[in-house]
């Protein structure tokens, strides 16, 4: 009797385990935590501070909230949210990114934050603990997706807002052409010479080659049991922020 098949996941262009996707994603943030945040500047132009602005804008926190931020790693996200007064945790699998969040937060003097090792797939918070949850540029590098988005919504409150701005699929056919030149060619360059390693950065390319389209993304969402799920396209889907509803 023959053997089933062994399951395989994306690691960026690659077929490989569940748990060898966890450990080289693991490895991938453990390198780059230290210069994560300059090479999100390097690589965006600076574009990506104004995407989190305008995500934060939608997701509206207000003072005395509950809010996870999953995949928070360095506090970016965190640190807007904590400017309306909402009680913020920032969970993150990797301990790395954690610790580089925890310095930034000490330097700009913003404390009341939690901070929390925590795998995406499988949190350890109570059913109905937060009023809304939070994920950027982070979903594309879980291993398990689906899994993840139900333990998003098993976490929320009745009427809890989800909210993930990630990468996605550009629509402007000619300026699609030139992203996918500059991202394939340029970035692993500039994270070769800035952060000290190109392969952690072409995965990080190829991981968003390899995350589903906006559509196949908010599907994914509804039926993980969310309702009114909705997709805001930044830059003809260069980025894109997804949202929905506990009801």
């Known amino acids: 009797m023959s053997e089933p098949p ?8 690659q077929e490989v385990t569940p748990d060898e996707k966890t450990r080289r994603v693991t490895s991938v943030f453990e390198r780059v935590a230290r210069r994560y945040d300059l090479m999100n500047d390097l690589m965006s132009g600076g574009l990506h501070r104004g995407w989190k602005d305008a995500f934060v804008r939608m997701v509206r926190p207000r ?3 509950a809010i996870l931020d999953m995949a928070g790693g360095t506090g970016d996200i965190a640190f807007r949210l904590a400017r309306a007064g909402a009680s ?3 969970a993150d699998i990797n301990p790395a990114m954690l610790g580089v969040g925890r310095q930034r937060a000490e330097k700009r003097g913003i404390d009341g934050l939690t901070w929390s ?12 603990s937060f009023d809304a949850y939070t994920i950027a540029f982070g979903i594309r590098t879980v291993t398990d997706i689906p899994a993840a988005l139900r333990e998003a919504h098993r976490v929320l409150k009745f009427g809890g807002r989800f909210f993930c701005l990630e990468f996605s699929t550009m629509e402007w056919p000619g300026v699609a052409r030139l ?4 991202s394939h060619r340029v970035v692993p360059r500039i994270g070769k010479v800035v952060a000290r390693d190109e392969e952690a950065y072409r995965y990080l390319v190829e991981s968003i080659r390899r995350f589903p389209p906006m559509t196949e993304f908010k599907a994914m969402i509804a039926t993980a049991g969310f309702k009114q ?6 830059l003809g889907g260069l980025v894109a922020i997804h949202s929905g ?3």
Do not use: C, M
């Open 245 to 247: 509803w506990k009801a």
């Open 63 to 65: 003072a005395g909230e």
């Open 6 to 13: 062994t399951q395989t996941v994306s690691y960026g262009f």
């Open 229 to 234: 799920v909705s997709v805001r396209p930044i």
């Open 117 to 128: 090792e925590q795998n995406a797939e499988v949190l350890t918070f109570a059913d109905a």
């Open 88 to 90: 913020v945790t920032v």
């Open 179 to 182: 992203y996918d030149e500059y």
